[in-house]
């Protein structure tokens, strides 16, 4: 908790040089749909599963895509995780795959996740205000 | 002379050896005895393990770069060369760290640099925190070859800093310093073992001009001729001295870890010395200055390629094959591009590749282990041992 207050608002400002005043939201606010991630999963099983396995729990040396995934990532904004999986990933040859296709990916990754879909896709551009929460937020609940 | 010695003379004459006369005799003290047969077969394999090794164009990065208020002090990109170099190149860091008195030190990643970085910045006598994505065992480190092989391409020669050779030399030297006090430990965390270079021609006769390669290949920075002094020299082996059943051999001493021993006496020495450790994952480097720590070594290793954003880090791929452990095994070998170690924890085989042309797995950051690969390997060195003699030398 103290390590996502303390990450999320100063690297912002720091990577942009300014604050930015839109509105935050969360990964727990429906960033995705279901269509969007059925796509990234038959994405990720073309383009993913090999290293990660088809239940993303990794093996001894290719780290997991759940469990420990969501303390690893969380306290950063969305952007950062886009941005490792579209110049890193695939292993065997990095930025192989398009934004779209990414955003699909980052789509399945949050469902698998158990984070909840909403009404509207996950795009490239809007990811730096979408929080990587480890929790819903309490703002967010209702 | 035995009949023995004189019958494999005489074949060696026939197959057009070098005159024996050319060749120092080896004295008696120097040859080799009771060399176990490697039990090579492929139902043998437990262990297939890949790694990227971390080769950076400029060669290691050990600058110093400042974060806001934080100071972060790299080394990274050791290539080959990382279990080598690892003290020597953590004591040139740790001295910069030093530089600020900090009470605590953070070091990311936990590899062997990471490692012996921490090491070197507790017996420094800072307070370290390791802040890493991935335990020891688990890390590029331990799927390496895990040998002394410090000149194990550094640079690219038309990158190279001017004075990577003396930079390099005084980590070797340091490394080798610092490695003595792990010999004749128990359970050998560092041995020496005699090795075997084994061939079916001359060792100087002309390569096979190499396969076209896909991308230039690489011509790396010459280090020359500077620890002369701390590496033993080939000696050459006539057929009448060893078992092997090649008309070529020679053989030098090599140093090499034990990676459960070694690994687990220096993460105890880390924990015994106060040493915390954390799990985590860093995304982007502005996130460094938010550590509680303001001195921070950063030791990514390969994963600098990417959270660093370093163009100059090129995968290097590699592949080693765990065999069973064979304790009575005590020597290591190559032939025909595949060499082998007898190690604690299983004989360790690799597919080398060429000598020449593009360095096997060069720009490839495939990481998933290569079942038809090993099996090649290990099929290369059954073949030699179903030719062993039946009563070794």
Request: contains cysteine; glycine residues 8%; aromatic residues 8%.
């Amino acid at each position: 908790m103290r390590l996502r207050n303390f990450l999320a608002i100063p690297v912002l400002v720091l990577t942009t040089g300014i604050a930015i005043a839109a509105p935050r939201i969360s990964i727990w606010d429906g960033v995705y749909t279901d269509a969007q991630a059925e796509r990234g999963h038959t994405l990720y099983m073309q383009s993913c599963s090999r290293c990660h396995g088809a239940n993303l729990s990794g093996t001894f040396e290719t780290p997991p895509l759940t469990g420990r995934f969501m303390p690893y990532w969380s306290g950063s904004t969305l952007d950062a995780l886009f941005d490792y999986v579209s110049t890193a990933m695939p292993l065997d040859r990095p930025g192989a795959l398009g934004a779209g296709a990414n955003a699909d990916i980052l789509a399945f990754l949050l469902k698998s996740n158990e984070i909840p879909a909403g009404s509207k896709e996950l795009s490239a551009g809007n990811l730096k205000s979408i929080n990587f929460d480890s929790a819903k937020p309490a703002r967010a609940r209702k | 002379m035995d009949r023995r010695h004189l019958l494999k003379a005489s074949l060696a004459g026939l197959v057009g050896l070098p005159a024996q006369a050319q060749v120092p005799r080896v004295p008696l003290m120097d040859r080799p005895f009771n060399l176990a047969p490697i039990r090579a077969h492929t139902d043998r394999i437990y262990d297939i393990k890949c790694c990227i090794r971390p080769f950076r164009t400029k060669g290691p990065r050990l600058d110093v770069e400042q974060i806001g208020d934080t100071m972060v002090i790299h080394n990274y990109g050791h290539s080959g060369a990382g279990w080598s170099l690892s003290w020597g190149s953590a004591d040139m860091q740790v001295q910069k760290a030093m530089s600020r008195s900090p009470k605590k030190i953070a070091v990311i990643g936990c590899g062997i640099i990471g490692l012996t970085s921490a090491l070197m910045a507790q017996r420094a006598g800072a307070q370290v925190t390791i802040y890493t994505k991935e335990q020891f065992s688990r890390t590029r480190s331990v799927r390496a070859n895990g040998s002394w092989t410090p000149a194990s391409h550094m640079a690219l020669a038309s990158e190279a800093p001017p004075n990577l050779g003396d930079t390099w030399e005084r980590m070797t030297r340091i490394s080798w310093k610092n490695l003595r006090q792990y010999i004749g430990m128990a359970g050998n965390p560092l041995a020496f073992a005699d090795h075997y270079y084994l061939s079916d021609t001359p060792f100087d006769a002309a390569l096979p001009p190499p396969p076209p390669s896909p991308v230039p290949v690489p011509e790396y920075y010459e280090l020359g001729d500077r620890i002369g002094d701390i590496t033993p020299t080939l000696q050459m082996l006539t057929p009448d001295l060893h078992p092997f059943p090649v008309p070529y051999a020679r053989r030098t001493t090599r140093l090499f870890f034990n990676f459960s021993e070694y690994g687990h006496l220096l993460i105890s020495d880390f924990y015994a010395a106060g040493g915390r450790m954390v799990m985590r994952e860093f995304h982007s480097p502005g996130e460094l200055a938010h550590l509680p720590e303001k001195v921070i070594i950063n030791c990514p290793g390969y994963a600098a390629h990417d959270w660093w954003k370093d163009t100059s880090m090129v995968p290097h791929r590699g592949q080693t094959e765990w065999l069973i452990p064979q304790p009575e095994v005590n020597y290591g070998l190559t032939y025909r591009n595949v060499e082998a170690l007898s190690k604690s924890d299983g004989v360790m085989m690799i597919d080398i590749g060429a000598r020449n042309g593009l360095p096997k797995g060069y720009g490839s950051s495939n990481e998933v282990p290569d079942r038809a690969e090993a099996e090649r390997a290990v099929k290369v060195m059954e073949e030699l041992y179903s030719r062993f003699p039946a009563k070794p030398v």
